[in-house]
């Protein structure tokens, strides 16, 4: 009977030879240099479990607003997907297929993205058309306000173009590729090159949400972008409004940071 089973095993993968090739297989990122990655196109994926105040909507806003997911420089196209959901990508896939710089990429994940207690997928889709590229530096990372997590180590990679089932946070732990332990945070931070909002209204939208007590009147006296960023907010005595905002915090034109821990330097 088990050989009967065996040659009936056997059999159907003969008929379909990608069967196999269609499954999750553990691999190791970012991979040792000069070694051999899969040809085409395919996915890797990992799962992370955050501190809790990252996901905490109605929390702070710092903690939540301030998580960003880094790609270390890498020449491949890729596009990183977040729970199911698309935070970026560089490059091209086919057949208009084009390499990415190879410069570091930092995707905003916006508020909202993460889910609390829960294992998080990433998953990161990549072209490979000679099998040479590879995450390089330490893999990607998720960073914080603090915090940040490396995910070097185990991954698990899928071939193929066609997108894969994505976007379930988990409440049990994966068995492999699982990531929930964060240190203080020393990566030097770049500026990213797009800003991905997450959900927000228009200053206008936003004036129209106040609901006003009979014979009170309310109007918009500064909004975006003629203010961004304001760290201080007053009136003086003649009832005039003082307004003080750091438009290029923290990447001040003409300088570069070169260390970071709970400070920037």
């Not at 395919?42 to 109605?58: I, S």
């Not at 732990?173 to 240190?183: E, M, V």
């Not at 209204?201 to 004036?207: A, N, W």
Request: charged share 20%; glycine share 12%.
């Amino acid at each position: 009977m088990n050989t009967l089973r065996s040659a009936l095993l056997l059999g159907l993968l003969a008929a379909w030879p990608g069967a196999w090739a269609l499954e999750w297989q553990p691999v190791t990122v970012p991979g040792e240099a000069g070694g051999a990655r899969p040809v085409g196109t395919g996915w890797y994926r990992c799962w992370v479990k955050v501190p809790d105040n990252w996901a905490t909507l109605g929390g702070r806003d710092l903690w939540v607003e301030s998580v960003t997911l880094t790609i270390d420089s890498s020449h491949a196209a890729h596009e990183a997907f977040l729970n199911g959901k698309r935070l970026g990508g560089a490059g091209g896939f086919p057949p208009g297929a084009k390499p990415s710089d190879g410069k570091p990429k930092r995707y905003k994940v916006p508020p909202g993205g993460l889910a609390k207690g829960k294992w998080n997928e990433l998953a990161i889709k990549v072209f490979n058309p000679a099998g040479l590229g590879q995450f390089r530096g330490n893999g990607p990372s998720i960073q914080g306000y603090f915090l940040e997590c490396l995910f070097s180590g185990k991954w698990e990679y899928r071939p193929g173009t066609e997108l894969p089932p994505l976007g379930q946070a988990l409440e049990a732990k994966p068995p492999r590729a699982a990531y929930d332990q964060f240190h203080e945070a020393s990566r030097v931070l770049f500026e990213a090159q797009t800003l991905v909002h997450g959900e927000r209204l228009s200053p206008s939208e936003s004036l129209a949400q106040f609901e006003l007590a009979d014979g009170l009147a309310i109007e918009t006296v500064l909004h975006e972008p003629l203010v961004a960023q304001p760290t201080h907010v007053s009136f003086d005595a003649r009832g005039r409004l003082w307004v003080s905002h750091y438009v290029q915090y923290p990447y001040p034109a003409g300088l570069r940071q070169i260390s970071r821990d709970k400070y920037y330097r």
